[in-house]
């Protein structure tokens, strides 16, 4: 859309009923094969074809490949390591040694940056773990979407208190896409609704545009992730349909 008239406001709004069921409850970490045969499937070999996978074992715009997360994967990715459960490891490797820190980072902090400081929020776990994974020669992909988080015991549930969160998903023959959700050292269940996958955060953004013009602005963001049966869905329910009425 192109929006060429002055004007004080853009709203943007989704509003989304979605059904999740748990995908990874039954994993068995030993049922997958050794690390090293999956990056060894993921070569190049002249006249064998492809995987359509592969490509998420290569660098990307915000996931470069570099020798600091290759040796700190191999800490976790051990020799002949079944794939997953050197991916649990280095999940909870990063949970024990990284810090979340909101606002420490912007979406232009480099991925080496983030993880030298060993802080930084959910877009730059994502993306640390990935360049990990893709320096030992893994696939792995960027996962954007929300996580369901739930308020305090007796406290109720805030109205637009949440935000978007990004986990990663690495490939593993006989189970596909498995996700990691290395801020919260876990497995997503049916907490996670997802998005959008890519190579990183450049292929998924919530929204993309480009302003054009002088004045002063400044971006709100708000996330509610509620259950169906929840008071608070149908009050969001209500809520999206006067405004998509004020708008028309």
Same mark, same amino acid.
């Given at each position: 859309?192109?929006?060429?008239?002055?004007?004080?406001?853009?709203?943007?709004?989704? @509003?989304?009923?979605?059904?999740?069921?748990?995908?990874?409850?039954?994993?068995?970490?030993?049922?997958?094969?050794?690390?090293?045969?999956?990056?060894?499937?993921?070569?190049?070999?002249?006249?064998?074809?492809?995987?359509?996978?592969?490509?998420?074992?290569?660098?990307? /715009?915000?996931?470069?490949? /570099?020798?600091?997360?290759?040796? &700190?994967?191999?800490?976790?990715?051990?020799?002949?390591?079944?794939?997953? *459960?050197?991916?649990?490891?280095?999940?909870?490797?990063? &949970?024990?040694?990284?810090?979340?820190?909101?606002?420490?980072?912007?979406?232009?902090? =480099?991925?080496? !940056?983030?993880?030298? #400081?060993?802080? *930084?929020?959910?877009?730059?776990?994502? @993306?640390?773990?990935?360049?990990?994974?893709?320096?030992?020669?893994?696939?792995?992909?960027?996962?954007? $979407?929300?996580?369901?988080? !739930? =308020?305090?015991?007796?406290?109720?549930?805030?109205?637009?208190?949440?935000?978007?969160?990004?986990?990663?998903?690495?490939?593993?023959?006989?189970? $596909?896409?498995?996700?990691?959700?290395?801020?919260?050292?876990?497995?997503?269940?049916?907490? @996670?609704?997802?998005? *959008?996958?890519?190579?990183? &955060?450049?292929?998924?953004?919530?929204?993309?545009?480009?302003?054009? $013009? $002088?004045?002063? +602005?400044?971006?709100?963001?708000?996330?509610?992730?509620?259950?169906?049966?929840?008071?608070? #869905?149908?009050?969001?329910?209500? +809520?999206?349909?006067?405004?998509?009425?004020?708008?028309?």
């Amino acid at each position: 859309m192109s929006l060429q008239g002055p004007h004080q406001a853009l709203q943007v709004i989704s @509003h989304s009923i979605v059904e999740l069921t748990p995908r990874f409850a039954q994993l068995d970490e030993d049922s997958s094969p050794a690390w090293e045969s999956v990056r060894d499937g993921l070569l190049y070999h002249a006249g064998a074809a492809y995987p359509a996978h592969g490509e998420f074992s290569l660098p990307s /715009h915000f996931v470069p490949t /570099h020798d600091e997360f290759r040796r &700190y994967a191999l800490q976790a990715f051990t020799p002949q390591r079944p794939l997953l *459960g050197g991916a649990i490891r280095l999940m909870a490797q990063m &949970y024990q040694d990284f810090c979340y820190a909101t606002a420490s980072t912007d979406i232009n902090t =480099p991925a080496l !940056e983030a993880f030298r #400081a060993r802080r *930084g929020v959910c877009r730059d776990f994502a @993306h640390i773990m990935l360049a990990c994974l893709r320096s030992i020669g893994l696939a792995a992909r960027y996962v954007s $979407g929300y996580l369901l988080t !739930e =308020p305090p015991p007796g406290q109720p549930r805030l109205l637009g208190a949440d935000a978007s969160h990004a986990r990663v998903s690495v490939y593993c023959p006989h189970h $596909g896409w498995v996700e990691f959700d290395p801020t919260n050292n876990l497995i997503p269940d049916s907490k @996670h609704v997802v998005i *959008g996958y890519g190579r990183d &955060y450049a292929d998924v953004p919530p929204l993309r545009g480009v302003i054009h $013009g $002088g004045g002063a +602005h400044t971006l709100e963001v708000e996330v509610s992730v509620v259950p169906a049966h929840d008071s608070l #869905a149908q009050h969001l329910a209500a +809520h999206h349909a006067i405004i998509t009425g004020n708008l028309a």
